[in-house]
DNA sequence: CCTATTACTTGATGATGTCAACTATTGAGG
DNA sequence: CCTCAATAGTTGACATCATCAAGTAATAGG
């Protein structure tokens, strides 16, 4: 059914992490929507830090998609007033990514409210959610 | 920053859950690719066992999304020949969907590889991965 | 310079997703 | 029985998402 480089666990462990990944997707929609927000535009917010412009290139590798779809994603953000363009000085043809105050602002609003935690967190005591942050800081590198 | 019922590692539990989901969602494209399908139509095969007929509208309540929607994706689902529509007896206004054989065996082969566990989940020892489902599970209800 | 490569855009096309309007069926009263 | 409202699904219109192929501009190497 599955490979075990780690013993019988190894499957089980991964398959509920990516059940709870399919769980999370679903209510991403009507999150999004309230701060009228597609997903994919909240899939590039969430990358696109305050702080740390990007060009759209990197962008289409992060979200692993076509270049040319970064380019409609962007159009719509930026007529939206939430990010802007700018020609990278070394490189001209490098369009860099940088959010907007009001960019800014809504990537806050949206990421505070994805990472409320849910009641069902109140399960798992203290030192199991330390344990979980550890784990899951490895998995994630 | 966010809410913490328990001390303040609920929240970065909780946003590292988010983080691994939006990391496993980049690279859901590529691998729904290699089978000929879309992300939004491994969610739906996802959701219909193969023993478990159900429901269209039961589905749209899954996928959070509108009933018009699962419409044009079990059109395209069943045209390839992976489910089945039949009218149900009780009431003939609700539409059962079932896998077909073929899409049993694409359904099959999607989870096996959705589900193989990454090289980074052998950074974690068995007692921890035996944790880490312990705490899955209660958080997946 | 000349040429190839790179970064992004454009246009075409199909899939996803929502909404409003429609059909057919069910169910509740009168 | 016979409305009449509610429900399940479909259809059509429309915007977005996503890819591909082709095009433009800038860079880099010879």
Redesign the pocket.
Known sequence: MCAKPKGPQSCEAWQLLVRFSFAQRANL?ALA?ELE?????C?LLNLLEPDRPM??????GA??????????????LESRGLLR?RA?D???????LSLTPLGARLRAALLERMTSPPPTLGRLSPEEQRALVNMLRRLLE
Chains 1, 2 share one sequence.
């Open positions: 929609p929507a927000l597609s997903p994919a535009q899939y060009p759209m290139g990197q962008l289409a979200l692993s998609c076509d270049a040319s779809n970064v380019t409609g994603l962007v159009d719509r363009r990278s070394e490189d001209r043809r490098v369009k860099v």
